[in-house]
């Protein structure tokens, strides 16, 4: 008695799940590419806005916010978030070293450089400067 066409045989499952994986490995490659895409924008921005800062050191920071991140490249404030939370740039902490005193400068800063990046910046520059084993004058 010949097969019925109701049930599919052994390749044709094969092939279905072939071009099943096929079609979610896509999905993830361009999700992925998109994600990355998305991190490149929000952090030549974030680059741009504190081009000072990166060049000079920290008394160059300037209050910065998710929504003029949101407005230049064109996305939602959630979205700046979701691409910045718990992602971490680091700079070239050398130049944030050179002619401070932490102690005295970092101290001086306003509230928001502080609050604006999440956390205590005189304890990450501080932190990186030991690392560094900066030499302050």
Not at 33 to 60: N, W, Y
Request: hydrophobic share 40%; aromatic share 6%; glycine share 4%.
């Amino acid at each position: 008695m010949p097969k019925s066409h109701a049930f599919s045989s052994p390749t044709l499952q094969a092939e279905a799940f072939i071009n099943e994986s096929l079609s979610k490995a896509s999905w993830l490659i361009r999700n992925l590419d998109r994600r990355a895409d998305s991190i490149l924008k929000v952090a030549t921005e974030i680059v741009r806005h504190q081009e000072a800062f990166f060049e000079h050191g920290v008394f160059h920071l300037r209050p910065l916010d998710l929504k003029t991140i949101a407005n230049a490249i064109g996305v939602h404030e959630s979205t700046v978030s979701r691409v910045t939370s718990n992602k971490y740039m680091q700079p070239d902490l050398n130049t944030a070293c050179e002619n401070m005193s932490l102690s005295q400068h970092v101290r001086r800063a306003p509230a928001r450089v502080t609050t604006t990046f999440g956390g205590d910046l005189r304890r990450v520059v501080r932190r990186g400067c030991v690392a560094e084993r900066c030499q302050l004058p």
